[in-house]
């Protein structure tokens, strides 16, 4: 499981017209998760933070992590 953050707001990773294509983060790590494939890892998904400069959320993101991390490792 990745965690990352990112100064870019969540639209940026859904806009067809972006940078990104609308395909998201799982994409931009592609190689890295098939890297940890590769190596018998099973890929879980990411975790992100969005805007973390231009509009941190601490507490939302310290609540997101936790309800990821039970939601992914149970």
């Not at 890297?35 to 969005?50: I, S």
Request: proline fraction near 5%; charged fraction near 20%.
């Amino acid at each position: 499981m990745l965690s990352v953050t990112w100064n870019a707001p969540l639209e940026a990773f859904r806009d067809k017209q972006g940078l990104f294509e609308s395909l998201g983060v799982e994409m931009v790590y592609y190689p890295l998760h098939k890297t940890h494939e590769f190596l018998g890892m099973k890929v879980l998904p990411t975790f992100m933070c969005n805007n973390v400069i231009k509009n941190p959320q601490i507490e939302k993101y310290i609540a997101n992590y936790r309800s990821h991390l039970r939601k992914v490792l149970g």
